[in-house]
């Protein structure tokens, strides 16, 4: 089974402060793993993937198979951040094993 | 360029009332899924369909049903509406094949969301 884990369903944070938004996941194998985000009245839209391995808005993600964790961070973080994001998990490899999992979801708020 | 299409954006149902809503993606992708959005609870999966002609259960399929009409549109069915749906629901899709061969899911395009109240 595959499972997603967002710790906090809140974090508060100051603008220009450090943000980190926590994801464990629970997989066999080495699965995908994306942060999406939604915006107040806008839809889900995808933030970064592992794969990619890139920077988007100034938010990174680095997988740690280990610790199996998909950790978000953003070293300073600005009011249009504030947002709910959205770990979430797919397998690598045929049929149902594809489907998306998502965690419950951070609300972000960036104070100014 | 439509993306996610989703009928209708409000609906409000009595209990034991029937309906089905609709989902059509112009992107030409393999995947569909139908999410329920809660308070708490973030996204969890309903229904899956990994091409046409397959559907699977996600997390939480009691009480619905889908239909993979063909290749662009994948509709979600109510028989019997109960307070506990009452949610917002999205539609997605994307493109999902084997990462190693021909590179993983590509990113999910979303609905603009139905919210669903059932009274």
């Known amino acids: 089974a595959q499972r997603v884990t967002q710790p906090e369903k809140l974090l508060s944070v100051f603008k220009g402060a450090p943000v980190e938004l926590k994801c464990n996941y629970s997989?066999?194998?080495?699965?995908?793993l994306f942060w999406y985000v939604q915006y107040s009245r806008q839809r889900l839209q995808l933030l970064l993937r592992?794969?990619s391995r890139e920077s988007i808005k100034g938010f990174t993600a680095d997988l740690n198979k280990g610790e199996t964790s998909f950790h978000l961070k953003k070293p300073f973080a600005q009011e249009e951040d504030s947002a709910m994001y959205y770990c979430?998990?797919?397998?690598?490899?045929?049929?149902?094993?594809?489907?998306?999992?998502f965690g419950k979801g951070t609300l972000l708020t960036v104070n100014p | 360029n439509a993306g996610v299409t989703q009928t209708p954006k409000f609906q409000v149902l009595k209990t034991g009332q029937s309906m089905t809503l609709q989902c059509a993606q112009d992107?030409?992708?393999?995947?569909m899924y139908w999410y329920r959005q809660d308070p708490g609870m973030g996204l969890r999966l309903i229904y899956y369909?990994?091409?046409?002609?397959?559907?699977d259960k996600g997390e939480v399929p009691n009480g619905y049903n889908v239909s993979r009409l063909n290749k662009r549109e994948f509709s979600l069915r109510l028989e019997s509406a109960a307070p506990s749906q009452t949610s917002v629901y999205f539609c997605?899709?994307?493109?999902?094949?084997?990462?190693?061969?021909?590179?993983?899911?590509?990113?999910?395009?979303f609905g603009q969301g139905t919210r669903l109240t059932v009274v």
């Open positions: 369909s990994a091409s046409e002609g397959t559907t």
């Open positions: 979430a998990l797919s397998g690598v490899r045929g049929g149902s094993n594809y489907k998306l999992t």
């Open positions: 992107m030409n992708h393999n995947s």
């Open positions: 997605a899709s994307n493109w999902s094949w084997d990462r190693d061969v021909w590179g993983g899911n590509t990113e999910a395009f």
């Open positions: 592992h794969i």
């Open positions: 997989y066999s194998g080495s699965p995908e």
